[in-house]
T-cell receptor, first 113, second 112 residues
Framework: KQEVTQIPAALSVPEGENLVLNCSFT??????LQWFRQDPGKGLTSLLL?????REQTSGRLNASLDKSSGRSTLYIAASQPGDSATYLC????????????FGTGTSLTVIP | SQTIHQWPATLVQPVGSPLSLECTVE??????LYWYRQAAGRGLQLLFY??????ISSEVPQNLSASRPQDRQFILSSKKLLLSDSGFYLC???????????FGEGSRLTVL
């Protein structure tokens, strides 16, 4: 069974700092990997989707990379802002029918003004 | 564009009462639909998924059931709620072209 781990569980950084969030998974036979943001009491917002054949995806200040062979993905946030404060979750999709997603427990990010 | 609606947003129910949470997706046809539960401090747990009308798969044995009466409607139900059913329930769907997963805003259920 796929296991997804996110370390650290919580992270606090000063505004303007670049930061990296980590996601590791145990089975490299994945279909895709997705990063989400969750604000308190809200649903999950999709940030970036990386297909298994891709190495990275970028959206604005966010860059996500994927290394299937090592079972790792990173989410890079450039020039962090207080509005980036949220919990970030990664999810690994293991079939192309989309019915198997394995989630990490998330990294809670606080950006201090 | 596609959107997903989920309601009610907040629900407080006594133990033993019934439950109905509803989710609808707009702007797509025949989506895969999911119900997840997120307990405080824990990860997302897949409860049910559906690949078509009337087709429901259950991931864990529980006090809940799901139904898909229409292509873009997914309902989570219970006949008698337990305290342990409290949590944050999330409906989601996947885009067929690339498998991207999209979530609704969630429903906070408190069972007293």
């Amino acid at each position: 069974k796929q296991e997804v781990t996110q370390i650290p569980a919580a992270l606090s950084v000063p505004e303007g700092e670049n930061l990296v969030l980590n996601c590791s998974f145990t089975d490299s036979a994945i279909y895709n990997l997705q990063w989400f943001r969750q604000d308190p009491g809200k649903g999950l917002t999709s940030l970036l989707l990386i297909q298994s054949s891709q190495r990275e995806q970028t959206s604005g200040r966010l860059n996500a990379s994927l290394d299937k062979s090592s079972g790792r993905s990173t989410l890079y946030i450039a020039a962090s802002q207080p509005g980036d404060s949220a919990t970030y979750l990664c999810a690994v999709g293991t079939t192309n029918t989309g019915n198997q997603f394995y989630f990490g427990t998330g990294t809670s990010l606080t950006v201090i003004p | 564009s596609q959107t997903i609606h989920q309601w009610p947003a907040t629900l407080v129910q006594p133990v033993g009462s019934p439950l109905s949470l509803e989710c609808t997706v707009e702007g797509t046809s025949n989506p895969n639909l999911y119900w997840y539960r997120q307990a405080a401090g824990r990860g997302l747990q897949l409860l049910f998924y559906s690949v078509g009308i009337g087709q429901i798969s259950s991931e864990v044995p529980q006090n809940l059931s799901a139904s898909r009466p229409q292509d873009r409607q997914f309902i989570l139900s219970s006949k008698k709620l337990l305290l342990s059913d409290s949590g944050f329930y999330l409906c989601a769907w996947t885009r067929e072209s690339d498998g991207e997963l999209f979530f609704g805003e969630g429903s906070r259920l408190t069972v007293l």
